[in-house]
């Protein structure tokens, strides 16, 4: 019963069946009462014009409702290929509604779509493989420490992080690598440095016990952009820290794309082939 409501419904609403129908009802009256032959045909011909345009004007409607409705149905479906993204989207998109309809006009609105925008960038950058997160975060570090397999190759700047590994999250993170070395997994680590201290001597001798393969080199052998921190985890992720133009550490770059990944490493061997073992007479000297 009211799928015959719903056919009788269609029928009446179509505007091009209706005009087609009227416009049948006056050729055929214009026909029946008019002797003049090539009037009539004036008229046909203006009318069947009209006709062509309603029809073309409805196949464009209906082909934009068409694109609209794959474009989404497209959306949809790949929301719906990612099992944890239909429990964010809909919350997002139910907030971005609210924001859209309770204060249009007002900053939030901009507020709104400046997060979406936000989103899209890093998104736009783990489509790249990057992402970053806030220097000191450990969570990352921990987890790629706690699946790497094979080996873990680091570089550390003392002038940075040397404070930074007696502080209980350095100490998270050193206990994190001597459970990978009780694993099995090799790590090898280069000191950047620029003074050679007690402190960072006895650092670099407690992480060689644990069995850490240690090797350190004098900043001014290499060139500034190699002076960072960096990280290797098996083949999986490569990292470098960023610095501000004053020196200051902002945050921590990640990379999953294989081209930097291998970039990195040759980047690592290269300084790590260069440094020297920590029992080493020390070089200062810049290499020419």
């Known amino acids: 019963m009211k799928r015959t409501d719903r056919k009788k419904q269609s029928v009446i609403v179509d505007p091009v069946l209706i005009i087609g129908t009227v416009l049948s009802v006056l050729l055929a009256v214009i026909f029946y009462v008019r002797e003049d032959t090539a009037q009539a045909l004036g008229t046909v011909a ?14 464009l409607k209906e082909r934009r409702r068409i694109d609209h409705e794959t474009r989404v149905g497209t959306m949809v479906s790949t929301i719906e290929k990612i099992p944890w993204l239909p429990d964010l989207m809909e919350p997002m998109l139910r907030a971005a509604k609210h924001v859209e309809r309770q204060y249009k006009g ?3 609105e901009d507020a709104c ?21 806030p220097y000191g975060d450990n969570g990352v570090f921990l987890r790629l420490i706690r699946q790497a397999r094979r080996q873990i190759c680091v570089t550390s ?3 940075v992080d040397l ?14 690598q001597v459970d990978a070395l009780a694993r099995g997994v090799v790590i090898r680590r280069v000191f950047i440095y620029r003074e050679w201290t007690p402190d960072l001597d006895a650092l670099a001798r407690e992480q060689a016990d644990a069995g850490v393969k240690v090797r350190r080199i004098h900043a001014d052998r290499l060139s ?7 990280g290797l985890w098996d083949d999986s992720c490569g990292h470098e820290l960023s610095y501000t133009a004053g020196g200051e550490a902002v945050y921590d770059t990640f990379t999953v794309s294989p081209p930097d990944i291998e970039r990195l490493m040759r980047q690592f061997e290269m300084i790590e082939r260069i440094a020297v073992g920590l029992d080493d007479p020390l070089s200062p ?3 020419a």
Do not use: K, M, N
Request: charged share 25%.
């Open 157 to 159: 700047v003392p002038s």
């Open 113 to 133: 779509r400046d997060a979406f925008e936000e989103c899209l960038r890093t998104l736009a950058d783990l489509e790249r493989g990057h992402f970053r997160t």
């Open 163 to 176: 404070d930074w590994w007696r502080e209980p999250i350095g100490r998270e993170y050193w206990r994190a």
């Open 224 to 230: 500034p952009a190699l002076r960072v921190i960096s």
């Open 46 to 59: 203006g009318l069947l014009g009209g006709v062509i345009t309603l029809q073309v004007q409805t196949l």
């Open 285 to 287: 000297d810049p290499v």
């Open 106 to 108: 007002t900053p939030a």
